[in-house]
């Protein structure tokens, strides 16, 4: 990391981590929420003949899945653990990034006053990933409509 972007990072860090870990972890169980509704969403679209096969759900949980039926049980289960999983991936951003940045301080790097601006030179080996990354994207989104348009999914 050279010294603008030592600077840039303690810059934006610093603004980022003015809201506390609560409100990371919070954003990071909503994000995770969303996601388990999505996951539900979309199995459910999928079959929507969903059953539960009581040979392999666990006694305590099989009560409640008799209760509420196979659909509510599926997003039951899906938006806590998503959420769960979207407050622990949050959590281990937000220790990785504290540790970075209090390694910085402690190197005796200063957090610009300013955003510092980057010229094209600086930001091209970025803009090559991410073209890169969308034209994967962009490739395998082809990829899936030219199979269903032959039949073959």
Known sequence: MNPKQAQNFLYEWGKRREGGLGKVLLLGAGIGAVGGLLFGVLFWAASPNLSLNEDEIAPFLLIYARAVGPAPFLFTLA????????AFLAFYA??????????????????A?????????ERMPGLI???VAVLVIIGLI????WELNRGSL
């Open 129 to 131: 990933v991410v073209g």
């Open 113 to 121: 006053s300013e955003k510092p601006v980057y010229t094209l030179k």
């Open 94 to 111: 937000w220790r990785m990034m504290e540790g970075r940045y209090h390694g910085l301080i402690n190197a005796g790097v200063r957090p």
């Open 142 to 145: 082809y990829g899936l409509w």
């Open 79 to 86: 938006l806590p653990a998503f959420a769960g999983l979207g």
